[in-house]
């Protein structure tokens, strides 16, 4: 859409071109495909014994395979949804904190918030694995994930959420003081709501890397889906095609929560158009109407 | 603190190491995403389908199940070689698809007069691409190409995770199970020796970010 600015309207030599490229590039695309599958094939990869578990029903395994996959992803899921939920929260109140504190209080949650950013995900995970019973605190391995995934995210959804309020008109602020409620007022009932709309296609695209973060489960043996892998593997013999069908599987949640975000943000950004409209709807004799050549969405 | 000072060249070579990780991926992953921003942006409908299609997997699929299919999968191709090598391609292949799309973000992002203008004079799509809209993109990429890095930076960890020794990350199995030191101040010295790097490059990104800025 927007990329065909680099090229005009195709004539009938350049669609002639096109056409051929495109054929080269078929062909070309094909003959790898044709050259991997030889090769998976003359490694034996392609038989039934490989594949029978993951693709077919009659298979023994195949049930027993799946069953176990599914309450695996279930895992994930119950492991990726409290880390959201606790994510928004804790973020929620250290964005508020880092706008309402005097400043000397704003670096002291400024400070961890920047280290906690710079470090792997990993290392927090690992960290909250390994620290926290040293310490005294057991508790089951889900809640090390959980906690782990929400030190880190936590601080990422604090900096989208004061983007969010960042983003929003100044006289909201002014008008709620004008009507005399209190900034504590203000930011709950009139600036927070709107800022977690204007948010929400960032936060889907977290909820994306929060959700694709638990197969680091695997490192603390939380038996969610890339473990259970590892350990179904020992008695399939089939890593190859286990790690691709957990890809798919993967590829297909988070393409379907990218979507949605798409989707949210389009819905939204409609919305918002109708609302303060009036110079954009009717462009001022000078400016050129800008609907239709959308080059926006830069970094 | 005094464990970390003990061995703290046992930490030194891990970070040397992570860097080493991080500078061959990092180069790998500009190659590559580059040139599949390059087949999103081509008037080739298949061109175009493959480099959508190569993002959407790698930036939809976890990092660890890229790596492991990495180590198992490519073996099957014939293909053969250490896990650092492996740790290294995977981490490419996933760090593609975003710098893919920041270059692609930072294309998007030239006013399209330029692109009209370079066509007006009858630069080809290969001439306008190199010669005009790339050079003004550069500037706009930089600052999610650098976020891009950084986080790969972090993401380097997992491949220690997984199995590539010598990486700061593995450094903490090394210290405690081989030697039975005490985990909390091994982990802390971890913790520094990624904010050494991610602390110092943010900033950096931050400055370049400024000088490169131009008001548009």
Redesign the interface.
């Known amino acids: 859409m927007s990329t065909a600015v680099l090229y005009d309207q195709p004539g009938p030599r350049t669609r002639r071109r096109i056409l051929v490229g495109s054929i080269l590039a078929g062909v070309a695309f094909a003959v790898l495909v044709v050259l991997v599958l030889l090769r998976l094939a003359a490694g034996g990869q392609l038989t039934e014994e490989k594949w029978g578990p993951v693709l077919n029903p009659a298979n023994p395994s195949f049930v027993a395979l799946w069953t176990n996959l599914g309450l695996a992803l279930l895992h994930n899921v119950e492991a990726a949804g409290l880390a959201m939920a606790l994510s928004l929260l804790l973020g929620t109140l250290l964005a508020l904190a880092r706008i309402t504190l005097p400043r000397w209080g704003r670096w002291s949650v400024a400070a961890p918030m920047e280290f906690l950013r710079g470090l792997p995900v990993v290392i927090t995970i690992f960290f909250a694995a390994r620290v926290m019973p040293a310490l005294g605190v057991n508790l089951p391995l889900l809640w090390y994930l959980v906690i782990g995934l929400t030190a880190y995210n936590s601080v990422i959804i604090a900096e989208i959420v004061r983007a969010g309020l960042a983003s929003l008109p100044r006289g909201q602020s002014e008008a709620a003081a004008a009507v005399g409620l209190t900034r504590g007022q203000a930011l709950l009932s009139i600036l927070l709501p709107q800022a977690f709309r204007a948010m929400l296609p960032a936060l889907i695209s977290q909820l994306v890397v929060i959700f694709k973060d638990t197969s680091l489960g695997f490192v603390i043996q939380y038996v969610e889906v890339v473990r259970f892998a590892a350990i179904a593997i020992q008695e399939l013999r089939n890593p190859l095609q286990l790690y691709l069908t957990i890809g798919a599987i993967f590829v297909l949640i988070n393409y379907l929560l990218s979507r949605m975000a798409v989707w949210v943000e389009r819905r939204l950004s409609h919305r918002g158009q109708r609302t303060p409209a009036h110079p954009a709807a009717a462009p001022l004799p000078g400016q050129p109407a800008v609907a239709g050549t959308s080059t926006a969405a830069g970094g | 603190m005094d464990i970390i000072l003990d061995n703290i060249g046992l930490y030194r070579d891990g970070l040397l190491m992570t860097l080493r990780i991080c500078l061959y991926a990092a180069i790998g992953s500009m190659a590559l995403g580059t040139a599949i921003a390059m087949f999103?942006?081509s008037?080739?409908?298949?061109?175009r389908g493959?480099g959508t299609a190569w993002v959407?997997?790698f930036?939809?699929?976890?990092?660890?199940?890229?790596l492991?299919?990495c180590a198992?999968?490519l073996p099957?191709?014939?293909i053969n070689g250490s896990y650092l090598w492996f740790g290294i391609t995977g981490l490419v292949l996933y760090t593609s698809a975003f710098v893919c799309e920041a270059v692609?973000?930072?294309?998007?992002?030239v006013?399209?007069g330029q692109?009209?203008a370079a066509?007006a004079v009858g630069l080809s799509?290969t001439q306008?691409?190199r010669d005009v809209?790339l050079p003004q993109a550069v500037r706009?990429v930089v600052?999610?190409l650098g976020s891009v890095i950084i986080a790969m930076i972090?993401?380097?960890?997992?491949v220690?995770?997984f199995g590539v020794g010598g990486e700061l990350?593995s450094v903490?199995a090394r210290l405690t199970s081989a030697q039975g030191l005490d985990?909390?101040p091994v982990?802390l010295g971890?913790?520094a020796g990624?904010?050494i790097i991610?602390?110092p490059a943010?900033l950096a990104l931050g400055m370049i970010e400024r000088r490169v800025a131009v008001a548009r």
């Open positions: 999103r942006v008037p080739i409908p298949p061109l493959m959407t997997v930036r939809n699929c976890p990092l660890t199940v890229v492991f299919f198992f999968g099957e191709l014939g692609r973000s930072g294309i998007n992002a006013p399209t692109a009209e066509r799509f306008s691409l809209v706009s600052p999610p972090k993401n380097s960890a997992i220690g995770a990350f903490q985990l909390i982990l971890v913790a990624y904010l991610t602390i943010g």
